[in-house]
């Protein structure tokens, strides 16, 4: 299943030519990849499919996405370490 997983975009960086950025997860802050939503800045909300933000989501739509999935048990891989 391909999931595209809710976060909040806590700093926003470059890093090779590319615009990058640290997500927290709900507590799980990862590196996250904004080339395709360039327009992301601190405090918003992105989707996250495999380490890329595919769009901007409204707050309260995260939160129903996240519980959702914490719900169905599917956060686990969050909690792995990043490469």
């Known amino acids: 299943?391909?999931?595209?997983?809710?976060?909040?975009?806590?700093?926003?960086y470059t890093e090779h030519d590319m615009l990058m950025?640290?997500?927290?997860?709900?507590?799980v802050v990862k590196?996250?990849?904004l080339a395709h939503?360039?327009?992301a800045q601190?405090?918003?909300?992105v989707l996250v499919h495999v380490g890329?933000?595919?769009?901007?989501?409204d707050e309260a739509e995260?939160?129903?996405v996240?519980?959702?999935l914490e719900g169905m048990d599917q956060l686990e891989e969050l909690k792995t370490d990043s490469p």
């Open 1 to 12: 299943m391909c999931l595209a997983v809710p976060g909040r975009v806590v700093e926003t």
């Open 21 to 27: 950025g640290r997500v927290d997860f709900g507590g």
């Open 31 to 33: 590196r996250v990849c």
């Open 37 to 39: 939503t360039p327009e």
């Open 42 to 45: 601190v405090d918003d909300y």
């Open 52 to 57: 890329f933000a595919l769009s901007r989501i």
């Open 62 to 64: 995260a939160r129903r």
């Open 66 to 68: 996240f519980e959702f």
